[in-house]
């Protein structure tokens, strides 16, 4: 079973940077992908940006350009670099495991999850 430990959140004005990071433990895929979700007071769960075993990226389209998701040289360490942050990106934001190749965005193809780290961004 994955443990997954996310930190890094606080609150940011905007325009500023702030950089999550996750940890797993415990067993681990040879082939997985790890994620970036976020789920806003009121709103559904939505993949922010997700990373496969083999390095292979995807981004939902509204932090194209800002956000960038990638590994720690031990592979179970994932970070997401936010840059440019903006009031809409506030949310708790969650790192999860899935089996496989192919890095996919729709959360509820992960089984397993972190407990979030809060990002706030005021304007």
């Known amino acids: 079973q994955v443990r997954l430990v996310e930190s890094g959140g606080g609150s940011m004005e905007v325009g500023g940077s702030l950089r999550l990071s996750c940890v797993a433990s415990?067993?681990?895929?040879?082939?997985?992908?790890m994620g970036w979700f976020r789920q806003a007071p009121g709103k559904e769960r939505e993949g922010v940006a997700t990373?496969?075993?083999?390095?292979?990226?995807t981004y939902t389209d509204s932090v194209k350009g800002r956000f960038t998701i990638s590994q720690g040289r031990a592979k179970n360490t994932v970070y997401l670099q936010m840059n440019s942050l903006k009031p809409e990106d506030t949310a708790m934001y969650y790192c999860?495991?899935?089996?496989?190749?192919?890095?996919?965005?729709?959360?509820?193809?992960?089984?397993?999850w972190g407990q979030g780290t809060q990002v706030t961004v005021s304007s």
């Open positions: 999860a495991t899935a089996r496989g190749l192919g890095p996919r965005l729709r959360p509820s193809d992960y089984n397993a």
């Open positions: 415990g067993y681990f895929e040879t082939r997985y992908c």
């Open positions: 990373i496969d075993s083999y390095g292979q990226t």
